[in-house]
């Protein structure tokens, strides 16, 4: 039974719901609190038993690099000033995992970003997690709640999500038959339907588990929604010979892609910090008053 040891984090979009943040600083690397998004995506593959990870990024994504390089200078300026355990912690993010970067030269969707891929995983199982999405997880990382159904099936796998029906529009969706509890087999998966066309409101989460056969289809794809290479359509082309299967799983999905959920997000992920959570929790009761 092959292993996931290998993800792929496509991170090279613009971020134009962000802007004008996000001209000069990758969206990736915009913080909940004071942690990257993109960090708490690396976390969630470590936990999951991934050990080599391969970032798409594109232009004005150095930042990104940078994060999970090593800073001698800041290094040595918190030896002097004797700042252990913010030493500690920076140093740690260099040692997460084995994580490499290439460039994807054009803006050509998804699925071009995961063809970059091809030879950095060879012939092995692999997951994706979209860099500007945080899943917490209930009870194990979503990635290893994918490897665990990815180990039963030995066939690729995705996330999904129940959405409201008006929402389907908005993402991929899955036509798909149960298994068992919490697991589909997938029939098809269509991207961005209208409510009339869509089989179920259960949506792609922006994580995966994929057998290397997906090259073979990402290679033929051709441009679909917003002239890019889709992923759900490679998806789609491959599901015809090739089992997936779909999991809803337990826990919760932070999309940092828009700012009123980005707001959310800090102000969940706030509360839960043991630094500042009880003082913002006072602090939003007192403006929760004034709001009344």
Not at 11 to 19: E, I, N, S, V
Request: glycine share 6%; proline share 4%; with cysteine.
């Amino acid at each position: 039974m092959p292993v996931v040891k290998k993800a792929v984090i496509p991170a090279a979009g613009f971020g134009t719901r962000f802007l004008p943040i996000t001209k000069s600083q990758p969206k990736e690397m915009i913080p909940i609190v004071d942690t990257p998004t993109i960090q708490y995506v690396v976390e969630e593959a470590v936990k999951s038993g991934i050990t080599d990870i391969l970032m798409i990024i594109g232009k004005g994504k150095r930042a990104i690099e940078e994060h999970f390089d090593r800073s001698f200078e800041l290094e040595n300026m918190l030896i002097d000033k004797k700042k252990t355990k913010e030493l500690e912690e920076i140093r740690n993010i260099t040692k997460i995992a084995n994580i490499h970067f290439i460039w994807q030269k054009e803006m050509n969707g998804l699925g071009d970003a995961i063809r970059y891929a091809k030879y950095h995983v060879g012939n092995e199982p692999f997951a994706v997690l979209l860099g500007d999405t945080v899943i917490d997880g209930v009870g194990k990382p979503i990635t290893q709640q994918l490897i665990d159904v990815f180990k039963r099936y030995n066939s690729s796998v995705v996330a999904l999500e129940q959405v409201e029906p008006h929402n389907v529009s908005r993402y991929g969706i899955i036509d798909g038959t149960e298994m068992e509890e919490n697991v589909l087999l997938a029939k098809d998966f269509i991207e961005k339907p209208s409510p009339k066309e869509a089989p179920s409101n259960l949506a792609i989460a922006s994580r995966y588990i994929f057998t290397p056969e997906i090259f073979s289809y990402l290679e033929k794809t051709q441009r679909g929604i917003n002239n890019e290479i889709q992923l759900t359509d490679a998806m789609r082309a491959m599901v015809k010979k090739h089992a997936m299967y779909g999991v809803r799983f337990l826990g919760k999905r932070y999309d940092i892609g828009n700012k009123l959920d980005f707001i959310k997000t800090n102000i969940e992920f706030g509360l839960k910090h043991k630094e500042i959570g009880k003082e913002l929790k006072a602090y939003l009761r007192e403006l929760c008053k004034d709001l009344e």
